[in-house]
T-cell receptor, first 114, second 117 residues
Framework: DAKTTQPTSMDCAEGRAANLPCNHSTISGNEYVYWYRQIHSQGPQYIIHGLKNNETNEMASLIITEDRKSSTLILPHATLRDTAVYYCIVRIRAGGTSYGKLTFGQGTILTVHP | GAVVSQHPSWVICKSGTSVKIECRSLDFQATTMFWYRQFPKQSLMLMATSNEGSKATYEQGVEKDKFLINHASLTLSTLTVTSAHPEDSSFYIC?????????????FGPGTRLTVL
């Protein structure tokens, strides 16, 4: 699976949008971009995923560049409870030999402050 | 989303004993389950992948005789840490997925914190 690069940490003011970038310049055509987050001492929580189109759900929006080499996770109105480690992961779609395996990098520590 | 539970949430044991951790998918059938380990201030490391009714596939460097995995049903997988030692102290997290169409997400359990004295 392609490797991802994320900033080590970011800060965001409560109520503002949090924009978390991710570089995946070696992504291949059959790999999806996934975002998970992990609140301290809990299991990871799925946020969103996409292939090439922008995606939005009740938690966040995912913006993928046209060349698919980078993406941005947007939390539109960050709250204190959004403080967590955010992981950007690329994963081969169904049919690949590593389908189902999520390889976690170091992620971005997002701190939302009052 | 689908719910995955783990039991126990934390356990303390003496060195040399074995510890069993259960992972259950509560509202879906998990054809594949994964076990991860996370040391303090580090990321999650995949230990093994198990499919219901078959032997687990272990990642490189993970001792299969030390970390026994059983996936006997579509809703339950167990991880047994045999002859645990202090260096096995860690946060163990399972996740589960189904092969039903449209379900691309992996759902994670809350984790089990193991402390070996």
């Amino acid at each position: 699976d392609a490797k991802t690069t994320q900033p080590t940490s970011m800060d965001c003011a409560e109520g503002r949008a949090a924009n978390l970038p991710c570089n995946h310049s070696t992504i291949s055509g059959n790999e999806y971009v996934y975002w998970y987050r992990q609140i301290h001492s809990q299991g990871p929580q799925y946020i969103i995923h996409g292939l090439k189109n922008n995606e939005t759900n009740e938690m966040a929006s995912l913006i993928i560049t046209e060349d698919r080499k980078s993406s941005t996770l947007i939390l539109p109105h960050a709250t204190l409870r959004d403080t967590a480690v955010y992981y950007c992961i690329v994963r081969i779609r169904a049919g690949g030999t590593s389908y189902g395996k999520l390889t976690f990098g170091q992620g971005t520590i997002l701190t939302v402050h009052p | 989303g689908a719910v995955v539970s783990q039991h126990p949430s934390w356990v303390i044991c003496k060195s040399g004993t074995s510890v069993k951790i259960e992972c259950r998918s509560l509202d879906f059938q998990a054809t594949t389950m994964f076990w991860y380990r996370q040391f303090p201030k580090q990321s999650l490391m995949l230990m093994a992948t198990s499919n219901e009714g078959s032997k687990a596939t272990y990642e490189q460097g993970v001792e299969k005789d030390k970390f026994l995995i059983n996936h006997a049903s579509l809703t339950l997988s167990t991880l047994t840490v045999t002859s645990a030692h202090p260096e096995d102290s860690s946060f163990y997290i399972c996740s589960a997925k189904t092969h039903l169409a449209g379900y691309n997400e992996q759902f994670f359990g809350p984790g089990t914190r193991l402390t070996v004295l």
